[in-house]
């Protein structure tokens, strides 16, 4: 039996990164490049601090995190 869905299942968040460059990528994640080198990764919810830790260990500073849903209300 599978289990109801969270709404927090279905939430997620685009965080904007910086101080990675193109090689360190964290896990293959959908990203897009400006020309500041900031990276946007866009996370689950419930994976958010493991997110983090992993952007920390490779060296990346989180800049902003927004949710997924204002992300594409603006238009990037």
């Known amino acids: 039996m599978i289990p109801p ?3 927090s299942d ?3 968040f685009i965080y904007e990164v910086s101080g990675l460059n193109r090689y360190q990528q964290p896990d293959n ?3 897009a490049i400006r020309p500041s080198d900031n990276v946007f990764v866009q996370v689950p919810y419930n994976r958010m601090n493991e ?3 992993t ?3 490779l060296g990346g500073t989180i800049v ?3 949710p997924l849903n204002e ?3 603006e238009g990037e």
């Open 5 to 7: 869905t969270s709404s």
């Open 10 to 12: 279905t939430r997620f």
């Open 29 to 31: 994640s959908n990203y």
């Open 51 to 53: 997110k983090m830790r």
């Open 55 to 57: 952007i920390s260990r």
């Open 64 to 66: 902003s995190i927004r």
């Open 71 to 73: 992300h594409l209300s």
